[in-house]
C-alpha cells in the first residue's frame, strides 16, 4: 500500500499571536481575547495563562480570577479574518489539495511529492514561509493521516514541528493521555478515566468490544484512532461565499405578519448552517419581486456573525427599509454573503456565555432530531423552510429552482 504523507497545520494561539503581531508591548505577557465583560467568553488565551488553569471557552470573569495580571482584549474578527486569507493564500500557491478545518487549521495531502523533494523537507520549507511572510507562529504534524498529524501538531506546539514515520504510529500514540484523541471530550474522558484508562497504551492493548460495549459506536473510532488508524480524507478547499434562500408564494401577498415570519424563519435557516459549518456572515442582502415582477434588493454590512438574535432583526430591518411600492409580493429571498472559514469562537467577542450555551444546546437538538424540531411560535407557518444539505461540504453550490409554499 503507497504509504501517504498528510500534513497539519495550526496556527499557535491565532487571535493572541496576531494582537502581539499589531502591538509588540503584548509578546511574553498574558493575554486573553474575548468578551470583555463579566458573562463574556474566552475566545483565545496566551500559553502564559494557561498554566493558571484558563483556557479558551471558558467565562472571562473565571478566567481574569484564575489570572488576574492578564491582559484582556476584545479582539477584532476582521482583523484575524484578513490573516486567516492570508495564509490560506500561501497554502492554496503552494500544495496540490488541502482542507481549511478552521480559521487557523489546515490539512494538506502531500503524497507522491517525494518524486520531486522530500515531503518533510518541503513541509519544513512551507512553514518558513508561512512564518516569514505573515510573521505568525506555526506548528505542523506529519503523518500518513489526519488524525495522527493532528495530535502531532499538538504535541510539537509551540511553534514547531514533528514528523510520525510510518509504522511509529503506535508508540508516539502511546504514552499520550486518551485526551489527546480527536473525539475524546471531557465526559468520554471522564467515563475512561473511571475505568482506569489514563493513556492510549491502555487503549491498545483493549479488545475492540470492549471499547464499543463501554462507549457504543464512538468507542470502535477512538480505539481505531488509538491505534494510529484513519481513514477519513481530505476535503478539498472550495471557499464558498454566499447562502441564500428564496421563496415565491403560491398566491401573491401583502400579509406582513406571514411576510416576516418567513424572513425570519430563512434567517434562522441559514444562521444554523453558518454555524454547523463554522461559518460566519458580514454581508445581508433582501430582496423582493413584487406581483408586476419588478425586482429590488437591498443589502447591510455587519460585522462577522452567526447568531440568530443579530441575524433575524437585521433581515427583517432591512425588510422593512426596502417595501416601499406598497404592491402584493410574489417572491422574498435573504442571502448571507461575505462569508469566512472559522469558528463561532470569533462571536465570543460579543456573545454572553449564556447566549452561547443556549445556541450549543439549540443546535445540538437540531443536529440529533432535525432543523425543524426547534422553531419560534412565529416561524411555524413557514413549513417548507430548512432541512437544506450541508451547503459547505466542500461542493460547488446547486441552483436550486424557487421552491414554494
Same mark, same amino acid.
Request: hydrophobic content about 35%.
Given at each position: 500500500m503507497k504509504e501517504k504523507s498528510i500534513l497539519h497545520l495550526d496556527l499557535d494561539t491565532f487571535f493572541v499571536s496576531v494582537e502581539r503581531l499589531i502591538n509588540s508591548e503584548l509578546r511574553d505577557r498574558p493575554v486573553l481575547v474575548g468578551g470583555l465583560g463579566d458573562r463574556g467568553v474566552v475566545a483565545a488565551c496566551s500559553y502564559e495563562t494557561r498554566k493558571h488553569g484558563v483556557h479558551s471557552g471558558m467565562s472571562m470573569k473565571v478566567a481574569r480570577n484564575l489570572c488576574p495580571q492578564a491582559t484582556?482584549?476584545? &479582539?477584532?474578527?476582521?482583523?484575524?479574518?484578513?490573516?486567516?486569507?492570508?495564509?490560506?493564500?500561501?497554502?492554496?500557491?503552494?500544495?496540490p489539495s488541502f482542507e481549511k478545518a478552521s480559521v487557523d487549521e489546515f490539512y494538506a495531502d502531500l503524497t507522491g511529492m517525494d518524486r520531486f523533494f522530500g515531503i518533510y523537507s518541503y513541509a519544513k520549507e512551507l512553514r518558513k514561509k508561512i512564518i516569514k511572510e505573515s510573521g505568525l507562529p506555526i506548528s505542523f504534524g506529519l503523518s500518513q493521516n489526519k488524525v495522527v498529524s493532528k495530535i502531532a501538531t499538538g504535541e510539537a506546539k509551540p511553534n514547531n514541528e514533528i514528523r510520525i514515520a510510518m509504522g511509529d504510529e503506535k508508540a508516539f500514540l502511546a504514552p499520550l493521555s486518551v485526551n489527546k484523541i480527536p473525539m475524546v471530550g471531557n465526559?468520554?474522558?471522564? !467515563?475512561? @478515566?473511571?475505568? &482506569?484508562?489514563?493513556? @492510549?497504551? #491502555? *487503549?491498545?492493548?483493549?479488545?475492540?468490544?470492549?471499547?464499543?460495549?463501554?462507549?457504543?459506536k464512538n468507542g470502535k473510532t477512538i480505539w481505531m484512532r488509538a491505534q494510529g488508524i484513519d481513514h477519513s480524507p481530505i476535503i478539498p478547499f472550495y471557499e464558498r461565499k454566499s447562502i441564500s434562500m428564496e421563496r415565491t408564494f403560491n398566491n401573491d401577498t401583502i400579509d406582513m405578519t406571514r411576510l416576516k415570519a418567513t424572513l425570519q424563519a430563512?434567517?434562522?435557516? =441559514?444562521?444554523?448552517?453558518?454555524?454547523?459549518?463554522? !461559518?460566519?456572515?458580514?454581508?445581508? #442582502?433582501?430582496? *423582493?419581486?413584487?406581483?408586476d415582477y419588478q425586482t429590488y434588493t437591498k443589502q447591510v454590512k455587519i460585522p462577522y456573525t452567526s447568531a440568530d438574535h443579530i441575524l433575524s432583526p437585521k433581515a427583517i430591518e432591512l425588510f422593512e427599509n426596502l417595501?416601499?411600492?406598497?404592491? =402584493?409580493?410574489?417572491? *422574498?429571498?435573504?442571502?448571507?454573503? &461575505?462569508?469566512?472559514? &472559522?469558528n463561532y469562537q470569533i462571536n465570543l467577542f460579543d456573545d454572553s456565555e449564556k447566549m452561547l450555551q443556549l445556541y450549543q444546546s439549540l443546535d445540538h437538538i437540531k443536529n440529533r432530531f432535525g432543523e425543524r424540531s426547534v422553531l419560534r411560535a412565529s416561524t411555524l407557518g413557514t413549513r417548507s423552510i430548512g432541512g437544506m444539505q450541508n451547503p459547505f461540504n466542500g461542493e460547488p453550490p446547486i441552483v436550486l429552482a424557487h421552491r414554494k409554499q
Amino acid at each position: 500500500m503507497k504509504e501517504k504523507s498528510i500534513l497539519h497545520l495550526d496556527l499557535d494561539t491565532f487571535f493572541v499571536s496576531v494582537e502581539r503581531l499589531i502591538n509588540s508591548e503584548l509578546r511574553d505577557r498574558p493575554v486573553l481575547v474575548g468578551g470583555l465583560g463579566d458573562r463574556g467568553v474566552v475566545a483565545a488565551c496566551s500559553y502564559e495563562t494557561r498554566k493558571h488553569g484558563v483556557h479558551s471557552g471558558m467565562s472571562m470573569k473565571v478566567a481574569r480570577n484564575l489570572c488576574p495580571q492578564a491582559t484582556v482584549i476584545k &479582539g477584532n474578527a476582521s482583523t484575524y479574518t484578513k490573516y486567516s486569507h492570508l495564509i490560506t493564500d500561501i497554502i492554496k500557491s503552494e500544495v496540490p489539495s488541502f482542507e481549511k478545518a478552521s480559521v487557523d487549521e489546515f490539512y494538506a495531502d502531500l503524497t507522491g511529492m517525494d518524486r520531486f523533494f522530500g515531503i518533510y523537507s518541503y513541509a519544513k520549507e512551507l512553514r518558513k514561509k508561512i512564518i516569514k511572510e505573515s510573521g505568525l507562529p506555526i506548528s505542523f504534524g506529519l503523518s500518513q493521516n489526519k488524525v495522527v498529524s493532528k495530535i502531532a501538531t499538538g504535541e510539537a506546539k509551540p511553534n514547531n514541528e514533528i514528523r510520525i514515520a510510518m509504522g511509529d504510529e503506535k508508540a508516539f500514540l502511546a504514552p499520550l493521555s486518551v485526551n489527546k484523541i480527536p473525539m475524546v471530550g471531557n465526559k468520554t474522558y471522564q !467515563k475512561l @478515566i473511571s475505568l &482506569g484508562v489514563q493513556h @492510549i497504551k #491502555t *487503549i491498545q492493548e483493549m479488545p475492540l468490544e470492549m471499547m464499543e460495549s463501554v462507549l457504543g459506536k464512538n468507542g470502535k473510532t477512538i480505539w481505531m484512532r488509538a491505534q494510529g488508524i484513519d481513514h477519513s480524507p481530505i476535503i478539498p478547499f472550495y471557499e464558498r461565499k454566499s447562502i441564500s434562500m428564496e421563496r415565491t408564494f403560491n398566491n401573491d401577498t401583502i400579509d406582513m405578519t406571514r411576510l416576516k415570519a418567513t424572513l425570519q424563519a430563512m434567517a434562522e435557516s =441559514l444562521a444554523y448552517q453558518l454555524r454547523n459549518a463554522n !461559518k460566519l456572515a458580514s454581508t445581508l #442582502t433582501v430582496k *423582493i419581486r413584487y406581483s408586476d415582477y419588478q425586482t429590488y434588493t437591498k443589502q447591510v454590512k455587519i460585522p462577522y456573525t452567526s447568531a440568530d438574535h443579530i441575524l433575524s432583526p437585521k433581515a427583517i430591518e432591512l425588510f422593512e427599509n426596502l417595501y416601499q411600492r406598497r404592491v =402584493l409580493i410574489r417572491l *422574498i429571498g435573504l442571502k448571507f454573503s &461575505g462569508i469566512v472559514g &472559522g469558528n463561532y469562537q470569533i462571536n465570543l467577542f460579543d456573545d454572553s456565555e449564556k447566549m452561547l450555551q443556549l445556541y450549543q444546546s439549540l443546535d445540538h437538538i437540531k443536529n440529533r432530531f432535525g432543523e425543524r424540531s426547534v422553531l419560534r411560535a412565529s416561524t411555524l407557518g413557514t413549513r417548507s423552510i430548512g432541512g437544506m444539505q450541508n451547503p459547505f461540504n466542500g461542493e460547488p453550490p446547486i441552483v436550486l429552482a424557487h421552491r414554494k409554499q
